[in-house]
């Protein structure tokens, strides 16, 4: 339960600053903002206090009522303060149906009408991400999970976006050589697109693949470039990486299989 009090009041706060950020167009500091609440969440329920973070709706109002310094801050804490110990009999008089219609309103005030206006020409994927995560929130009543959703369904289009981006193009060279220019991130979304773009027929007696203006990440590519080496090598060609950089050497000398069978390796560094 703190732990999940800590994300949500954390996100909220960096949400907060960022949606301010943009409105005011200055910047803040993230991470002193997030030593703050830190310190502030870790002493204050040693005296009696609770835990608490920045307030998109009362941030909101406090903008928009023409604050743009850390004296609003203050001065709207030292009136809160004030409310709770000198006016609490009346603050307790005050119909709950009155606060709920004032969260209404901040809502409302705070929303993004022009958000839905944009929609149709708004990439489908961003759309999925912001229906997802508004109705998992409204769903939940967490807000924690709701971004939690839309982080891993950003991560997800990114990765399928990125993984198609790789390039394999055929170069010219002499007869009986083949040579491809590789372009892009190899990794695991992009594995099976770059093991079918190699022309795995007839029978070369030379197969160079520059790995210059790619990047090897991570396992599964290993795994692929292990795949097109060993097709080329059951034809009977010499295969020769190029372009790699040191830490995909090392990558490949530590995982990969096609190296360990003396694979000549000329790193185009």
């Given at each position: 339960m703190a732990l999940t009090l800590a994300f949500?009041g954390?996100?909220?706060?960096?949400?907060?600053?960022?949606?301010?950020?943009d409105?005011?167009?200055t910047?803040?500091?993230?991470d002193?903002e997030?030593?703050?609440?830190?310190?502030a969440?870790?002493?204050s329920?040693l005296?009696?206090?609770?835990a608490?973070?920045a307030?998109i709706?009362?941030s909101?109002?406090?903008?928009?009522?023409?604050a743009?310094?850390?004296?609003?801050t203050?001065w709207?804490?030292?009136?809160?303060?004030?409310?709770?110990?000198?006016?609490q009999?009346?603050v307790?008089r005050?119909p709950?149906?009155?606060?709920?219609?004032?969260?209404?309103?901040?809502?409302?005030g705070t929303f993004?009408?022009g958000?839905?206006?944009?929609?149709?020409?708004?990439?489908?994927?961003s759309?999925i991400v912001?229906?997802?995560t508004t109705?998992?929130?409204v769903?939940t009543?967490d807000l924690?999970?709701?971004?939690v959703?839309g982080?891993?369904?950003?991560?997800v289009f990114?990765?399928?976006?990125?993984g198609?981006?790789?390039q394999v193009?055929e170069?010219?060279a002499?007869e009986?050589?083949?040579r491809y220019?590789?372009?892009?991130?190899?990794?695991?979304a992009?594995?099976?697109?770059?093991a079918a773009?190699f022309?795995?027929h007839g029978?070369p007696?030379?197969v160079?693949?520059?790995l210059?203006?790619?990047?090897?990440?991570?396992?599964t590519?290993?795994?692929a470039?292990d795949k097109v080496?060993?097709r080329y090598?059951r034809?009977?060609?010499?295969v020769?990486l190029?372009?790699?950089?040191a830490?995909?050497?090392a990558?490949?000398?530590?995982?990969g299989?096609?190296?360990?069978?003396?694979?000549p390796?000329s790193?185009?560094h």
């Open positions: 949500v954390l996100l909220e706060s960096l949400l907060t600053a960022s949606l301010l950020d409105i005011t167009d910047p803040s500091d993230k002193r997030t030593r703050g609440q830190g310190i969440n870790v002493l329920p005296f009696g206090g609770m608490g973070c307030m709706g009362q909101m109002i406090n903008v928009s009522s023409g743009r310094g850390r004296l609003s203050l709207a804490g030292v009136f809160l303060l004030f409310l709770i110990l000198v006016l009999d009346w307790a005050i709950m149906a009155a606060l709920v219609a004032v969260m209404i309103m901040v809502s409302i993004d009408w958000s839905l206006r944009r929609l149709p020409s708004t990439p489908l994927q759309s912001m229906a997802a109705l998992t929130v769903a009543h924690s999970k709701g971004v959703l982080v891993l369904l950003s991560a990114f990765m399928r976006k990125v198609k981006t790789i193009v170069e010219p002499p009986g050589q083949l220019l590789v372009a892009g991130q190899l990794f695991f992009s594995a099976d697109v770059f773009a022309e795995h029978h007696e030379r160079e693949i520059d210059s203006e790619a990047r090897l990440w991570d396992l590519g290993v795994a470039l080496v060993f090598r034809q009977g060609a010499e020769v190029s372009g790699l950089t830490a995909e050497e990558l490949v000398e530590q995982v299989k096609h190296d360990k069978t003396h694979l390796l790193g185009g």
